[in-house]
C-alpha cells in the first residue's frame, strides 16, 4: 500500500473536524477500509448506500444504471451528513464511489473539512474480488461501467491517493493512513479540546444553576442517517 499525503491536509487542522471522503470503484475496499479507519479512531462513520432514496433503490433493483440526475439526491444526503457531523463538531468517515469530478466537486464545494481519499485499485485486482464476494463471475459489463465512469482525481482535488492491492490488508491500509495522514493526532486534539472547555463549562453551569433551576434541560438530539 502506498498512500501518497494530501497536501492542503492541514490546512483545516486547527479549524473544523476533518470529515474523510473515501471514494473508488466497487470493490476497492471503501467500506472496508472506511470502517476500520471509524472503529480504529472513534469517529463517526456513514456508509454511502444508505443515503439513497427509495427511487434509486427500486432502480438499481430491477437492472437499471442510475444516471447523473439519479444521484443528485443522493450526493446531496451524503452532504447533508458531512454538514451534520461537522455541526456535532466531530470528525468523520463517509464513502462515496463519487466516480465523476462533478460528484467530488458537489460533496467538496464549500466543504474545507473533507479529505478526499481516493483507493486506486487495478481493474484486475477489482475483478477478482467482486468475483470472491459475490461467489458468482461478476458481469464484466458492471466493471466496464465503473472504470468507464472512473474520472481520477486530479491535483488540484488534493486526493490522498492509496495504491491498494491483494498484497495488503485493509488493517494494514487503514493504519498507515492513520500514521500518513496524522489522523490519531487530529482525534487526540480533539479530545483534549474536549476535556479542555469541560471543566470551564462545568463551573459555569455550577455558578450560574441557582438561576436555572426551574428550567427543563433540552432532551439531546442525535443526526441519524
Do not use: C
Not at 22 to 33: A, H, N, P, Q
Not at 34 to 46: N, V
Not at 138 to 150: M, V
Amino acid at each position: 500500500m502506498n498512500a501518497e499525503p494530501n497536501p492542503a491536509a492541514g490546512a483545516v487542522r486547527g479549524a473544523e473536524p476533518p470529515i474523510l471522503l473515501i471514494t473508488g470503484v466497487s470493490g476497492s475496499g471503501k467500506t472496508t477500509i472506511g470502517s476500520l479507519l471509524a472503529g480504529r479512531l472513534g469517529w463517526e462513520y456513514a456508509e454511502a448506500d444508505t443515503f439513497h432514496p427509495a427511487a434509486n433503490i427500486a432502480k438499481m433493483s430491477a437492472g437499471h444504471p442510475l444516471t447523473d440526475e439519479d444521484r443528485g439526491p443522493w450526493l446531496d444526503n451524503i452532504g447533508q451528513w458531512i454538514d451534520e457531523t461537522t455541526a456535532k463538531g466531530r470528525p468523520g468517515v463517509v464513502t462515496s464511489s463519487a466516480l465523476k469530478r462533478a460528484y467530488r466537486d458537489r460533496l467538496l464545494k464549500g466543504r474545507p473539512q473533507v479529505r478526499l481519499i481516493y483507493l486506486d485499485a487495478a481493474r484486475e485486482t477489482v475483478a477478482r474480488r467482486l468475483t470472491a464476494r459475490n461467489g458468482h463471475f461478476f458481469p464484466p459489463e458492471l466493471l466496464d461501467s465503473q472504470f468507464g465512469d472512473l474520472e481520477p482525481p486530479a491535483d488540484d482535488e488534493h486526493p490522498v491517493r492509496v495504491k491498494v492491492d491483494d498484497h495488503d490488508s485493509p488493517l494494514t491500509v487503514a493504519e498507515q493512513l492513520i500514521h500518513t495522514e496524522k489522523l490519531d493526532a487530529v482525534e487526540a486534539a480533539h479530545d483534549a479540546e474536549a476535556a479542555h472547555s469541560a471543566p470551564a463549562n462545568k463551573a459555569e453551569a455550577t455558578h450560574s444553576a441557582p438561576a436555572h433551576d426551574a428550567q427543563a434541560k433540552p432532551a439531546d438530539k442525535e443526526a441519524g442517517e
